[in-house]
């Protein structure tokens, strides 16, 4: 059976991003989702107000023994916060998941602004991380910020994709919400190393329930990886689900709400239309 995905990366207390919108998405998607938390953060839809790290070595403990026992079909990784967990998290590639895809989300900044990446360690996900993922997924800012070029239009997107593909990363997903936010259609990017170019359009949806939309997709896309997809095909089946989780959201919290993970799941045991 295919469709193991190891999520490397930090808990969300309130639900709606790091390992917890990674469960509900590989789940949501028919995947089998296992997890080594790197930080646990306490954070709700208006902000995080602290982050507990963990420490690097119990971070690759985590690793090492699912992958010993359960196997991964793909890893995700996302929020790893401090130089040492990247290095460390690295090692652990190398050493125990030689040959398994990666799906790399630089994640930097949260959504209501908090900074979740040192920024000593920047350098390390640009030397050490990227040249090891399958697939890379950065925003706009993240993008600007591992790369040093300005990213604000299409062209300069397609500019900062090719840069970070030759830094190593095979496939890059450059994402478009963060460009032109006056306008009607999102056009994310997909970069692979030798040149081609695919681009997936689709709506802006106006909407304040957008937390977790980059765990979202990386987790998405790792699934479907992780389930024998190309990359190209898993990028569009995840695109599509993170449009319907926005526009199904339920709307919860003063902030920045959480997606609709489960739109693909019918209730247990609920009678009627639910």
């Known amino acids: 059976m295919k469709g193991r995905v190891l999520i490397v990366a930090g808990s969300d207390s309130g639900g709606g991003a790091g390992i917890q919108a990674d469960i509900k998405t590989v789940t949501a998607l028919g995947g089998f989702a296992m997890t080594a938390i790197t930080a646990l953060t306490a954070q709700n839809t208006e902000g995080v107000t602290g982050i507990h790290e963990v ?136 970069v692979h190393r030798d040149g081609a170019v695919r681009s997936f359009e689709h709506p802006r949806i106006k909407s304040r329930n957008t937390h977790g939309t980059g765990c979202t997709l990386a987790s998405a896309i790792a699934t479907g990886i992780a389930q024998g997809l190309a990359p190209g095909d898993a990028v569009d089946r995840a695109l599509r689900f993170v449009e319907a989780a926005i526009r199904t959201a339920p709307g919860f919290g003063r902030g920045h709400g959480p997606l609709n993970h489960a739109h693909t799941v019918k209730p247990f045991g609920v009678r009627g239309d639910a």
């Open 55 to 190: 420490p690097a070595a119990f971070v690759a403990e985590q690793m090492r023994v699912v992958l010993s026992d359960l196997g991964a079909d793909c890893i995700k990784i996302g929020m790893l916060h401090r130089r040492d967990v990247i290095e460390t998290v690295c090692r652990t590639l190398e050493s125990d998941a030689r040959g398994v895809p990666v799906v790399v989300d630089p994640v930097m900044v949260a959504k209501g602004g908090a900074r979740l990446l040192t920024a000593e360690a920047v350098a390390s996900v640009r030397d050490a991380l990227i040249p090891r993922a399958t697939v890379l997924t950065p925003n706009a800012p993240e993008a600007a910020a591992l790369t040093g070029k300005r990213v604000t239009n299409r062209d300069e997107a397609l500019a900062a994709g090719r840069a970070l593909a030759a830094l190593g990363a095979e496939w890059v997903v450059m994402k478009g919400g963060h460009i032109d936010e006056a306008g009607d259609l999102i056009v994310d990017l997909l």
